[in-house]
């Protein structure tokens, strides 16, 4: 595959959650052309009005879309994906995908029929998830806690700064004392990043399901038939929104990632900016 020939692939998120949806994709898939957009000027995407969320997810896809014609995209963030899918399939002919809670895998596997789902306080209180309970989960008792702590510990160690074990532990109190509660879903992106220190925290759960290998399947059978849109390729980036006040260690991982550079997208404006110079 030449590089011409490989379909260009965004994955978008409020931070650095997406990644792992990402890897999961790049491992299936390792040579597709990706860039990655994260909208840390909003960020988090937890409690902030739908209007928002809709608006800025639009708006950044649809200017990256001007920069380097895209061939699909990831909402990787179950907290835009509950909201923004069906505008952005209204506004985009390539296809959409978007991340769901794994309700129900979760309800296949678990043994004591009481799971847990965590996610962020928008995802937890939408209609979209209540139905998704409904449909898969309804023969099992679903626990919910909506945090957006979690999301910002998550966040803050992929940035390089340490994580409070203490503080991971107080958000999952509720479920300490279940000793039945056997599968828990990471039902925001950013959880996968921070599942061991979920993991010491609920030491009874046998399973923590996130979406991340579905939707590489999912990406994997929808561009099979693709016919590549992409001319003029940029480099493979990662996109912010807002400058970063320390890099080195995200700077790290992009490229640990595969990515080449990191750049600042003004999404109000035509110019883009390098934001790895030091
Ligand atoms: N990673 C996102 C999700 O999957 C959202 C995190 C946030 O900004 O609240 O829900």
Known sequence: MNIQSKPTILF?????????VYREVKQLLPDYHYLYCFDNAYFPY?????????ERTLKICQRIDNLCSLDLIVIACNTASTVVLPVLRKHFSIPIVGTVPAIKPAAEQTQTKHIGLLATKGTVKRQYLSD????????????????????????????GYPIN???????????????????VVLGCTHFPLI????????????YFIDSGAAIAKRVNSLLKEAKVRSKNQINSQ?????????????????????????????????ILSDSDKK
């Open 12 to 20: 978008f998120d409020s931070g650095v959650g997406g990644f792992s």
């Open 165 to 183: 074990l203490n503080e991971i532990k107080a958000e999952l109190s509720e479920w300490e004392n279940m000793p039945d509660l056997d599968a």
């Open 46 to 54: 937890s409690e902030k009005p739908e209007e928002g969320i809709i």
């Open 132 to 159: 998704l309970i409904d449909k898969y989960a309804s023969f099992c008792q679903v626990e919910k806690i909506g945090s957006t702590k979690l999301v910002e510990l998550a966040e803050h160690k992929l940035h």
């Open 238 to 270: 990662v996109f912010c929104t807002k400058p970063l006040v320390k890099k080195d260690s995200l700077l790290q991982l992009i490229h640990s990632l595969g990515f080449e550079k990191l750049s600042l997208l003004d999404i109000n404006s035509e």
């Open 195 to 206: 599942k061991s220190e979920i993991q010491q925290c609920l030491p009874q759960v046998k």
